[in-house]
């Protein structure tokens, strides 16, 4: 059975670096038959797609955050990560990782239980 | 603001069909798949492509789409069946794209 588990910070300050860590088990980040990806939810909002990366490292990312956004793999731990520069208020938020497969780029089909990450000083 | 456009709130009385709709230009080219979100969890998948379902998904939820609008139906509506229900599908430069959700409750 797939798994995803996100962790890191629950508060980051304003300006800094958001970074997550997303553990995979019961499938392999390495797999050529899917992506791996991040979607974040602020509070009481709806989801909000940050991008997907592949097992060859080439990535998608929602245009609104490209300038602040990387998402990376490590395939020593099977972990996805996600680096959030310069970060406001505005990127409070639950976020999730998920994996999305080939045969259809547009679905998430299993996702994380979500870490909620608060900007404040 | 979202690409896809969903009314925020429906309601169903227990054991009857009820329609969410999802609206958005891309929706003409693209399908969507639809999430289940109970209240802190995360959102899990119940219907994408032509009408699938993944395994586990019980046979009341079916997708469809006309025009521009996708819609996901479930009939005979169960209690825990109330939850907030988002689209999602990709825009025409292959971003991912979700609507708003919808809250729907079961009388």
């Known amino acids: 059975q797939v798994q995803l588990q996100e962790s890191g910070p629950g508060l980051v300050k304003p300006s800094e670096t958001l970074s997550l860590t997303c553990t995979v088990s019961?499938?392999?980040?390495?797999?050529?038959?899917?992506?791996w990806g991040w979607i974040r939810q602020p509070p009481g909002m709806g989801l909000e797609w940050i991008g997907y990366?592949?097992?060859?490292?080439?990535?998608n990312y929602n245009p609104s955050l490209k300038s602040r956004v990387t998402i990376s793999l490590d395939t020593s731990k099977n972990q996805i990560s996600l680096r959030l520069t310069s970060v406001t208020a505005a990127d409070t938020a639950v976020y999730y990782c998920?994996?999305?497969?080939?045969?259809?780029?547009?679905?998430?089909?299993?996702w994380g239980q979500g870490t909620l990450v608060t900007v404040s000083s | 603001s979202s690409e896809l456009t969903q009314d925020p709130a429906v309601s169903v009385a227990l054991g009857q069909t009820v329609r969410i709709t999802c609206q958005g230009d891309s929706l003409r080219n693209y399908y969507a798949s639809w999430y289940q979100q109970k209240p802190g969890q995360a959102p899990v998948l119940v219907i994408y492509?032509?009408?699938n379902r993944p395994s586990g998904i019980p046979d009341r939820f079916s997708g469809s789409r006309s025009g521009n609008t996708v819609s996901l139906t479930i009939t005979g509506a169960q209690a825990e069946d109330e939850a907030v229900y988002h689209c999602g599908s990709r825009d025409i430069s292959n971003n991912r794209v979700f609507g708003g959700g919808t809250k729907l409750t079961v009388l």
């Open positions: 019961g499938d392999s980040v390495s797999s050529t038959t899917y992506y």
């Open positions: 492509g032509n009408n």
């Open positions: 990366i592949s097992h060859s490292g080439s990535s």
């Open positions: 998920a994996r999305v497969p080939y045969y259809d780029s547009r679905i998430f089909d299993y």
